[in-house]
């Protein structure tokens, strides 16, 4: 059974940065993708970044150039370090995580998914 912890959310001024930190348990992590989602009230799951064996580091549109996707191998952790925070980037952040390792960017493409962690940007 794989399982997926996500931790470091919390409160932030406009501007500040946080950052994520996302566990999987299961064995051969290297052949793993990982992705953050979010999803704010009243809104869909949104896809933010995936980190996979290949080289290519995809982000979406609403965070490319602010967040990075950090992975280890050796601790099993894809962090995601978020720089210059808006209020609209507050939601609840998932990772999500499946062992059949290519780019996939719909969240009923992953099994495994954390519990979430809120991250809220304001004043």
């Known amino acids: 059974q794989v399982h997926v912890a996500e931790s470091g959310g919390g409160l932030v001024q406009p501007g500040g940065s946080l950052r994520l930190s996302c566990v999987v348990s299961g064995r051969n992590f290297s052949r793993y993708t990982v992705s953050w989602f979010r999803q704010a009230p009243d809104k869909e799951r949104e896809w933010l970044a995936l980190s996979w064996s290949g080289n290519r580091t995809p982000y979406s549109d609403a965070v490319r150039g602010r967040f990075t996707i950090l992975r280890d191998n050796t601790k099993n952790t894809v962090a995601l370090q978020m720089n210059s925070l808006k209020p609209e980037d507050t939601a609840v952040y998932y990772c999500?995580?499946?062992?059949?390792?290519?780019?996939?960017?719909?969240?009923?493409?992953?099994?495994?998914w954390g519990q979430g962690t809120q991250v809220t940007v304001s004043s």
């Open positions: 999500a995580a499946d062992i059949n390792g290519n780019i996939k960017y719909g969240a009923s493409d992953y099994p495994y």
